[in-house]
Structure formats: C-alpha cells, structure tokens
C-alpha cells in the first residue's frame, strides 16, 4: 500500500483500514476472498455503465476479470476516512504482464459488521482489462446514469 494521508482517529477507523488492507490484499491473491470474505451478502457496487448486487453476481464479474487478467494487481496510494463507516482510496490497476500499464480508480467503500456493503467505483472501463468479458454478468446503468 502506498502513503494513508489520514491516520485514523477512531477504533472504528482503524477496523475499517484494516479491512481496506485485507480488500487489497484479496483482490491480489483470491478472488473469491475477496468478495465472500470483504463485502456483505448484501453488498451493492456501482461504476461507470454498471453494477453488481449481492455475492453471486459480483463473484461472476470478478472472476470473468481475473480470467483476462489473471495477472492483476492493485495497488492503493491513498486512503481517507469520511466518518466512521466510509474509506476513500486512490489507487491504480496494474497488470505485471504489461508492465506500462496502469488505470487509476478511486472507491467509496462504505463497511457496516466489518465487511463491505457499498462501493462506489470511479474508473475508466474502457482501461479495466476483462471487463468486456465480464459485462455479461453486469446489471447495466450504475454511477453516471442519467435520472
């Protein structure tokens, strides 16, 4: 993980860092421990042109991805806190099979019982690798829809 800009102040912050360093670590090593173990059952993700509910369906999305791009990495540069229940992060999508790429995001992650029940996905999709082939599993509008 890169510099945290914002220490946290509370136990409540620092649980929720430390779940930000385990959705890191997850999203690098195990797919399905990284969305079974840090999101709830319940969980609601939205970017760009999409969104995914629930376990089954973000499963789907993840694993499509790490299937073009099984040799993703995420790399956190950032994080701040928004309360008590909120991270911020900045980071960058990196593949070590091409080692010019790179795709900045950033993420609202909003946890409740401590895992993940909201994110909030700032991306370029278009710079997602695997998301082509994961779009079949994507329920389609999410962040930017118009009302």
């Known amino acids: 993980m890169g510099k945290i800009l914002a220490v946290p102040q509370t136990d409540a912050q620092l649980e929720l860092l430390a779940l930000v360093k385990r959705w890191q670590e997850t999203y690098n090593n ?10 709830a059952p ?28 099984p040799n993703r990495k995420l790399r956190l540069d950032r994080v701040r806190f928004s309360g008590e ?11 070590d099979a ?9 993420c609202l992650l909003t946890a409740r019982d401590g895992r993940f029940v909201e994110e909030h996905a700032y ?14 599993h ?6 930017g829809k118009p009302g």
């Not at 195990?30 to 999101?39: A, E, M, P």
């Not at 229940?85 to 593949?95: F, H, K, P, Q, R």
């Not at 991306?123 to 079949?136: C, H, I, S, V």
């Open 98 to 106: 091409r080692p010019d790429f790179y795709s900045p995001f950033c």
């Open 85 to 95: 229940d909120t991270a911020i992060v900045e980071g960058v999508l990196l593949d």
């Open 30 to 39: 195990d797919v399905n421990d990284f969305v079974l173990v840090c999101y």
């Open 42 to 69: 319940e969980l609601h993700v939205q970017f760009p042109g999409g969104e995914a509910r629930g376990h089954e369906q973000y499963l789907k999305i993840e694993k499509a991805v790490v299937g073009e791009c």
């Open 123 to 136: 991306l370029n999709p278009q710079q997602w690798p695997g998301l082509d082939t994961a779009a079949a």
């Open 138 to 143: 994507v329920t389609p509008g999410g962040l």
